[in-house]
């Protein structure tokens, strides 16, 4: 089945694309170059959030610094398109402000584990990504988001990753360690004595003062969120919205479609609408007549014969690429055969890199192309 | 002129590049390279993939050292999957002589939450067993000739290496101090020592690499060898090819030489020379770091055992001369 994108970007009720995949595959190109074809070819007030883009794309899309509000980009046609590029630590600090006084935050923003955490911390990005996006959403100033994930070895990573963060910032683990003396005779009471020698030994390897910031910490965000996992349940609903789309995207190479297998049934289970496959960076022969063996079987006659060495090279350079072509459909099919119901879009590899305005209106078209 | 590789003149190899660019198999074939002669190499992961158990198509790696390989004429190569929490319990048996009291702190989930609460935890341990499976001496012989790692990818290899910053935030004071200075003066050892970076000649892993090695050397860490991975020779050689010449070549080759034929590969030809360029100017952008600049041909037919003995092969010969 093919992926009709125009029909998707012209879906006035389709208010979010999140572009998801694992690491590499083109996320966010895929997610770049269907912003700007909404704003161009659907005339839509589109945003398109970045992460980590490549430093020449941003650059093409005016994004010279991390900026963390959108900027609306230049040299296009038709409706809008507004860029920006997520920084983390800043949309972090962000939604702490927005939950509490200007003292406390600096309070928050002080303490050396939230700046560990709001750094470095694994998840913290994926859980920042849909912070934004769900700020970029309640603005309601655009009538597409489209959104890039983060780099990630799985596409899994931006679902679970910040469910992780706040299950384990709000854990009994954390509690326990927190609370030791009020916690005793409580449920946990049989766990007491593990518990305390569990501290202990915590405490002596990690040091006390990392716990006690931790500690403070903790307490703090409980006093401004009521808790982290419920804000960060309440921002995973954006995702969960009926007017929200997933796309995810895949290189024909085994490790990236088996990922955008798993990724395509996570969804299923989670009743969030898959809208298909962007098949990207694939290869294409224009003379699908001359296989491998017979232009590497012709190559070597010329060579044995002294005649034409160009022949024989551009005979070589087709079939390497008859032999890459070969192997993706077979990786593709493989996909198809496991998802017949899910639609696909396949997007050619361009010779050079796809950084500037023009190359991605390029892929949108090919995008478009099915 | 860059300088050569010369490999087997240090004995911890840490490997890494940009996602996907090779990292597990230039250490795998390393490692082989290295058992050359039959001398004895630790292949190591530490991210939980059991990557090196797919590439040598053998079943997950348990905490242990195994056999896995033979080097090109003898040797041999062992390999070790490290597993935080296993490395957190070796080191609360060394050090606070928990026996089986460790095991129950795993039951609970405590290694999981202390490793997650402070990553570098993790890392101190993880480069701590690295640390010491280098340094360990058996009947007063080296266990291992040399030790290659699998280390995490550029984005993360600097935090990961630099350990004595990670405990900073931990315990100023008792075992856990001690030992990640230990790991520290290792992994910076010139002499010791070396950080590979795998990429391949695209932009982004490049750019990359050229952060990687402005980072680890603002870190201290002793940069070895840029590693260009799936590298694409050109059949060509540079000629140029002209229509009525190739028209004329395939009909001499009994193949069709009709109008479509020969624009079709004509085409294929302009998209491989484009390619060409762009990756011509990304070598020379990386040539002009002061590291040796390996290069390992992109195998068409991908990588199984007899594709990282011909990586090993290359490796093995880097030494002889640049190849920037
Ligand atoms: N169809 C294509 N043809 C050629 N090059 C492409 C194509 N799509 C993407 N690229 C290039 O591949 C590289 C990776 O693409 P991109 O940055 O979009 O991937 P990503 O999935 O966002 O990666 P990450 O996981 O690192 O964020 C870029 O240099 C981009 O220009
Ligand atoms: N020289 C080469 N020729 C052909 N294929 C290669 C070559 N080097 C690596 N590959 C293939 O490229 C893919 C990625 O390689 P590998 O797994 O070693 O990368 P990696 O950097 O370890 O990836 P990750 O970041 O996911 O750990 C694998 O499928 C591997 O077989
Ligand atoms: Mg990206
Ligand atoms: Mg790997």
């Given amino acids: ?370 | 002129m860059t300088p050569a590789a010369s490999f087997p003149s240090r004995r911890l190899h840490i490997v890494t590049g940009k996602g996907g660019t090779g990292k597990t198999t230039v250490a795998a074939a390393l490692a082989l390279a290295l058992a050359s002669g039959g001398r004895r190499t630790l292949l190591v992961e530490v991210e939980g993939r059991q990557g090196i158990a797919q590439l040598f198509d053998v079943p997950p790696l348990p905490y242990e050292e195994r056999l896995i390989a033979r080097g090109p004429d003898g040797g041999q190569v062992y390999a070790l999957a490290v597993d935080a929490e296993e490395a957190l319990l070796d080191y609360l048996a060394m050090f606070y002589k928990l026996g089986r009291a460790g095991r129950a702190l795993k039951k609970l989930g405590a290694i999981d939450f202390a490793t997650t609460i402070a990553p570098g935890l993790r890392d101190i341990l993880l480069t701590g067993k690295v640390k010491e499976a280098t340094t360990r001496m058996v009947n007063g012989r080296r266990a291992y000739d040399a030790v290659v790692l699998d280390a995490p990818p550029t984005g993360r290899v600097t935090r990961f290496l630099n350990v004595t910053a990670e405990a900073a935030k931990l315990a100023k004071v008792g075992p856990i101090k001690t030992h990640s200075e230990g790991v520290a003066a290792i992994l910076r050892a010139k002499a010791t020592t070396a950080v590979h970076v795998v990429t391949l000649l695209e932009d982004m892993p490049v750019q990359e690499t050229a952060d990687a090695i402005t980072e680890l050397t603002a870190h201290g860490m002793p940069v070895g060898s840029i590693i260009l991975n799936g590298v694409r020779t050109d059949p060509l050689e540079g000629a140029k090819v002209t229509q009525a010449e190739l028209k004329r070549g395939l009909a001499a080759a009994g193949l069709p030489a009709d109008k479509a034929v020969v624009t079709g590969l004509l085409d294929e030809v302009r998209a491989h020379k484009t390619r060409l360029e762009l990756e011509a100017g990304l070598r020379s952008e990386l040539s002009g770091e002061p590291y040796p600049l390996v290069e390992l041909p992109l195998l068409a037919e991908g990588i199984d055992l007899s594709g990282l003995y011909q990586l090993a092969r290359i490796l093995m010969t880097a030494d002889e001369g640049s190849q920037g």
């Fill in chain 1, 1 to 370: 089945m093919s992926l009709d994108i125009d029909a998707l970007l012209g879906d006035g009720s389709v208010r979010i694309i999140v572009c998801c995949g694992s690491g590499g595959v083109g996320k966010t190109t895929t997610a770049a170059a269907l912003a700007l074809r909404a704003a161009e070819k659907h005339g839509r007030e589109a945003v398109v959030l970045t992460i980590d883009p490549a430093r020449r794309l941003a650059q093409s899309l005016g994004l010279t610094e991390l900026s963390n509000t959108p900027r609306t980009v230049d040299r296009t046609t038709g409706g809008r398109l507004d860029a920006m590029m997520l920084d983390m630590k800043r949309t972090f600090d962000e939604v702490v402000l927005s939950h509490t006084s200007k003292e406390k935050a600096q309070e928050i923003f002080a303490n050396p584990f939230y700046q560990a955490m709001s750094s470095t911390f694994s998840g913290t990005q994926e859980y920042m990504a849909m912070e934004k996006l769900a700020q970029l959403r309640a603005a309601d100033r655009w009538d597409l988001i489209v959104v890039d994930t983060p780099p990630s070895r799985s596409a899994l990573d931006f679902l679970d990753a910040p469910q992780r963060l706040a299950r384990f910032l709000d854990g009994k683990m954390l509690r326990l360690l927190l609370a030791p003396a009020k916690g005793g005779r409580s449920v946990f009471s049989v766990m007491t004595a593990a518990t305390s020698f569990f501290t202990g030994t915590i405490a002596k390897i990690l040091g006390a003062r990392l716990l006690t910031d931790i500690g403070t910490f903790v307490s703090s965000l409980d006093s401004t969120f009521g808790g982290f996992r419920r804000r960060a349940d309440q921002t995973y609903k954006v995702l969960q919205d009926r007017e929200t789309a997933f796309l995810v995207v895949a290189t024909p190479e085994p490790d990236a479609v088996r990922e955008a297998a798993y990724f395509a049934g996570r969804l299923t289970e989670e009743r969030m609408p898959l809208a298909g496959l962007v098949l990207n960076r694939v290869h294409t022969t224009a003379v699908p007549e001359l296989s491998v063996q017979r232009s590497l079987g012709a190559a070597e006659g010329l060579e044995e014969a002294e005649l034409s060495p160009v022949t024989s090279g551009v005979l070589r350079i087709h079939a390497d690429l008859v032999a890459q072509v070969d192997r993706e459909a077979r990786v593709a099919a493989r996909f198809t055969a496991a998802h017949p119901e899910i639609p696909v879009t396949r997007v050619e590899a361009q010779a050079g890199d796809v950084h500037d305005l023009a190359a991605l209106r390029d892929i949108g078209d090919l995008l478009a192309a099915g």
